[in-house]
């Protein structure tokens, strides 16, 4: 295994790929580098010196300048370096796409839910949502009746048992022994005991939205809904109203329409304003659903190409391998999809700052270029506003783990979206009507951003992590990429693949892209079962524009 790389031949940043001593030397592109103190893995240092004010390259792109003195070999930091992008410009030239080799996939079918509209899901799910946080506590009271009933009994692979304690504790235990007494205990969902066995689930889609706020707020929230209702892997969907909220029935039904001039699926929508009390109206509601679900029952997987495939690329708890190993792997399976006739869409725009131009170039027309750039600049000033912006993104883990600025974080992101040219770009809401790359506005945020690429039409999500993240999303399967084998062992219980071997010299991009395109299907068919599925991660969090990064 090789101690560094160098990503790009112009770079004069050098990436760690185990723990460096200080003395250790390298001849690296012509330089001769002694370094001069402790780098951590995913870190980087200098290749050269740098007086301050000089650029600083990684992956051939401009990620930051130099704030201080910076010697060969020397370790880079929060405090010797800032972020800095290169300047936009319009789409100058055309990118030229090596078309992957898709023999292998180009007779292969997946098992999927085809819906009235041609669309086809990779699951079969039932949606309860409030179009306004007063009605909450009713989805809780409706989520509690339902869930355990209809057979959907486990959101976690455990079960936490505080009897144990509370037993021990009134018979005097001491803390010591309380600590020692076990709570946790092993469970299995079974599925022979759904009431409706062709159903997936019953999905609750919390939020805190509908109603306060801005009316953009609301409005943008009624169209996120109505991406969810419309989704392939959605049959049917129940909607509680107060009856006074900014999110309107009426909108929510404009944009179902808007989506699906021919809506076909069953959709209850009930308002508490009109009913004659509570119990009347969670009971209509109750009955309703299981009308719906006796419908919804009747879709059973049959074989569809793999052009219905429509890939959400996400990324969370990123690392400084993120953009060596499963980011690229990811952009690599993003590829052959693309080639094989189906639709990726490549999302968090706070973490494209820096690789615009290369985007902008790949764009189909100049009228995308145009759009991608106005919603990045757009978005920008509105967090500009507050007294962020794009630099502000990373976290601190980000940081720790060696992405120092958001323009190195966003060099790696950028790799999940591979090399084929963008066929369209979208703002937030919008849904993916075209077969190809997608860019689509979100925020950087985990969670929202998910939200975001399953609203638009994603089935499926593949989200790469270096340092390990739990999150899931409601509807469509999330497939955890691990950068690195130390946190694929560590974390087995939410890892289900590991680009490690990638960084370890055991295996190449293209390889570990065609394992995935593999596991995609084999989740899109309902043969395998992403642990943010077993696990219950049922993320759903509504962006509200301008705030989050």
């Not at 839910?113 to 041609?118: A, Q």
């Not at 052009?307 to 690599?332: H, M, Q, R, W």
């Not at 145009?370 to 794009?390: P, R």
Request: glycine share 10%.
């Amino acid at each position: 295994m090789n101690k560094i790389l160098q990503l790009h031949p112009n770079d004069n940043l050098i990436v760690a790929l185990q723990p460096l001593t200080d003395g250790e030397s390298f001849e690296i592109n012509g330089y001769r580098v002694s370094i001069l103190s402790e780098i951590p893995e995913k870190h980087k240092f200098a290749l050269k010196a740098l007086d301050p004010g000089e650029s600083v390259y990684l992956y051939g792109v401009l990620v930051g300048k130099s704030v201080t003195s910076i010697q060969p070999g020397e370790l880079i930091t929060t405090e010797n370096i800032e972020h800095a992008t290169g300047e936009i410009g319009d789409r100058s030239k055309t990118i030229a796409w090596e078309v992957p080799d898709i023999t292998k996939w180009k007779e292969l079918t997946f098992e999927g839910y085809h819906r009235p509209d041609g669309k086809v899901g990779t699951a079969n799910y039932w949606l309860v949502f409030p179009l306004v946080f007063c009605e909450l506590r009713n989805i809780e009271i409706i989520e509690a009746a339902l869930s355990e009933s209809l057979g959907y009994i486990t959101k976690k692979d455990f079960g936490v048992n505080i009897g144990s304690l509370v037993e021990r504790y009134q018979s005097g235990a001491s803390e010591k022994e309380l600590l020692e007494t076990p709570v946790v205990s092993t469970r299995e969902e079974s599925t022979r005991n759904r009431v409706f066995p062709n159903i997936d689930g019953v999905k609750f889609l919390k939020h805190t939205g509908g109603c306060g706020g801005t009316r953009q707020d609301a409005e943008a929230l009624c169209q996120l809904l109505a991406g969810y209702v419309t989704h392939p892997n959605v049959a049917g969907a129940t909607a509680l109203s107060l009856g006074c909220q900014n999110a309107e029935i009426r909108l929510l039904e404009e944009a179902i329409t808007k989506r699906d001039q021919q809506f076909a699926k069953p959709l209850y929508i009930l308002e508490q304003q009109q009913s004659k009390d509570e119990r009347q109206f969670i009971e209509e509601a109750v009955k309703s659903t299981f009308m719906g679900l006796m419908k919804a029952n009747e879709f059973t997987r049959q074989p569809a190409p793999l052009s219905k495939l429509v890939l959400g690329l996400e990324c969370g708890g990123s690392d400084g391998f993120s953009g060596i190993s499963a980011n690229p792997t990811l952009g690599y399976t993003s590829d052959l999809l693309v080639s094989l006739g189906g639709a990726a869409v490549l999302s968090e725009f706070p973490e494209l700052n820096g690789v615009e131009q290369e985007l902008i170039n790949r764009c189909e027309s100049d009228d995308l270029a145009e759009k991608f750039a106005s919603l990045m600049q757009t978005y920008n000033s509105k967090a500009m506003a507050v007294g962020s912006g794009f630099k502000a993104n990373p976290s601190p883990g980000n940081i720790k783990d060696g992405l120092i600025t958001d323009a190195i974080k966003s060099a790696g992101a950028a790799k999940k979206g591979g090399t084929s040219p963008v066929v369209d770009v979208l703002d937030y809401t919008e849904p993916v009507t075209k077969k190809g790359l997608n860019l689509l506005c979100t925020p950087g945020n985990d969670v929202e951003s998910t939200t975001g690429l399953v609203g638009s039409g994603a089935n499926i999500v593949v989200f790469t992590t270096g340092l390990g993240t739990p999150t899931g999303n409601p509807i469509a399967p999330v497939i955890k990429v691990s950068t690195n084998t130390k946190l694929a062992k560590k974390m087995q219980d939410i890892i289900d693949l590991d680009t490690g071997a990638i960084i370890e010299g055991q295996s190449t991009i293209e390889e570990k892209g065609e394992d995935l395109l593999d596991y995609i299907l084999d989740v899109a068919s309902g043969k395998a079962t992403p642990h943010a599925v077993r696990l219950g991660q049922d993320d759903f969090i509504p962006w509200k524009r301008g705030i989050s990064l």
